[in-house]
């Protein structure tokens, strides 16, 4: 796991709590670190295409007024699709179940009947 970080005094708190725990608990927490960077810009260069199969965005800095909108790492416009798209998923799936249980039913009673 590997957190990424532009402030100084976030990115010393959390390698003190990372050298905490490793102190606590000897051999484990070796696959957590913390870097300095700014993850707008330096994230595509830390990894190759396809290496990741996870990544998670905790606790973005919002960027709360409108003139920094574009330097949001997470914008609205894409969680408006992802919610989008799930919400066709979901209707996929629920549709899907419906007429699944309506076929089986349907089949059930000609078959009995």
Do not use: C
């Not at 996929?92 to 249980?101: A, E, M, N, P, R």
């Not at 039913?105 to 078959?111: A, D, E, Q, W």
Request: proline letters at 4%; aromatic letters at 30%.
């Amino acid at each position: 796991m590997l957190g990424m970080e532009i402030r100084i005094k976030v990115t010393d708190y959390v390698s003190k709590k990372i050298d905490a725990l490793r102190e606590q608990n000897p051999g484990k927490y070796q696959n957590i670190s913390v870097i300095r960077a700014n993850a707008m810009k330096f994230l595509p260069n830390f990894f190759r295409k396809g290496q990741l199969s996870k990544i998670f965005f905790l606790f973005p800095d919002p960027h709360f007024k409108k003139a920094k909108h574009k330097w949001r790492i997470i914008k609205f416009f894409s969680f408006f699709f992802f919610f989008f798209f799930f919400f066709l998923f979901f209707l996929f799936f629920l549709f899907s179940f419906i007429l699944l249980s309506f076929l089986f039913v349907f089949f059930f009673l000609v078959k009995h009947y």
